[in-house]
């Protein structure tokens, strides 16, 4: 039998993954990236419904006190220099450097004035082109609209330019005697888009800033959390160290005092039952009865010296481990149970190592004792340089793993995670009828 050849992989290599500091600071990167960028998609909206708002809200002001007061007659007619008075007469109508140029439009969609630089002379062609469903809901309700301009629409014949880059916002005004017009404000797109930038600069840092401040408080109040979890854990495992150092030495007490005292009395009375029984002078009846007393004396004797095995080992380093391990099996071979054990390479293993190899054997050895009704029992122990492998096999009921809850196995399933920190690695093998192997290994 070699030494282990499978193990789990070194302890703490990838302790760091599992802080829940860094845990929490990954989760909430992707829940603050999350965040960021769904509320960016609803500001984004919010802001372009901001912006276009704002300029609806110039447009309709534009119209209602510069080109309302002085839309007469005369421009809807067509009658001659119409045009030209509107003009003189009416403010700028181009007040704002994000309008590009303003349109009027007679409800059947005839342009009756047009104006795309503040000092040139409006344009009024006459001609009619086809108003947006838009456009004529405006017209007929009144209120403000607003849309893309069609890129490949000419708005006047006498004119080279095109509304490619622009957004038409319109609203309705009425000439004196209640007739509507078509005001149309050009507005251009990159304008809109720096107001609509700078509306969403504003949620973008809003709704970032608050995030990450959280987080990084809340990082630094887990990990402020966490050292203290992580002292008083380590003050919880001084303290039980404590304790089972308190434990191990009042063990090794009652193991010396039993040793010295009653174990040493037992074996004087069973060597003097003996002698007594040799004397020829003793009548044969009597023998039997000293024989048979001196028998029972021995039993006991193996029997307490298991149970001081089992209460506290004697130096397990050396041969004090198969020493230990013979008389923990003392009781199988009172009853009738082929016991061995074999141990060899552990010379140079470290203390504790050897320490666990015992405690799995005891729970392993009592498990079988009390509940796998076996005939043969057998430990093995190997070890080498890179480690150590423990083997305690049965030939007895076995169990099914599958369903495997009594009390019997709380023992070993309590031993795993003293295994597991220990670098090493414990398997249990059982079916019914097929006995039952314990392997345990340990890598140095």
Known sequence: MSAPTEHPGPRGRTAWIRSPVVLFVVVSAVLVGAIFVATNVIADDAATEAARAQAESVSELLAHTTAEPYVGGGLLSGKPGASDRFFRKAPNLLQSKDVDSVDLFASDGTLIYSQDDPAAVPIMTRERYELSDAQRDVLAEGGTGSELADPTTQRSLDRTGNEDGLVKIFTQIQTPRGEPVLFVAYWALDGLEDRRTQIFGSFRWITLGPLMLLSLISAGMLGLLTMQVRRAGRERERLLQSAMDASDAERRRIARDLHDGVVQDLA?????????????????????????????????????????????????????????????????????????????????????????????????????????????????????????????????????????????????????????????????????????????????
């Open 268 to 444: 004087g009375t069973a060597f003097s039952l003996s002698a007594v029984a040799r004397d020829s002078q003793v009548p044969p009846p009597v023998r039997l009865r000293l024989d048979a007393a001196g028998a029972s004396l021995r039993d006991g004797l193996k029997s307490l010296r298991s149970l001081l095995a089992e209460i506290h080992p004697p130096d397990l380093h050396g041969k004090g481990l198969s020493s230990a391990l013979s008389d923990l099996l003392a009781p199988a071979s009172a009853a009738g149970i082929g016991a061995s054990v074999s141990v060899d390479g552990l010379e140079e293993a470290p203390e504790a190592e050897v320490a666990l190899l015992w405690r799995v054997a005891q729970e392993a050895v009592r498990n079988t004792l009390r509940h796998a009704q076996a005939s043969t029992l057998a430990v093995t122990v190997r070890g080498n340089a890179s480690g150590s492998l423990l083997e305690v096999v049965d030939d007895g009921t076995g169990f099914d793993q599958d369903c495997a809850s009594g009390p019997e196995h709380f023992g070993l399933t309590g031993l795993r995670s003293l295994v597991a920190d220990a670098g090493g690695h414990l398997e249990v093998h059982s079916a019914p009828g097929e006995g039952t192997t314990v392997r345990l290994a340990v890598r140095r």
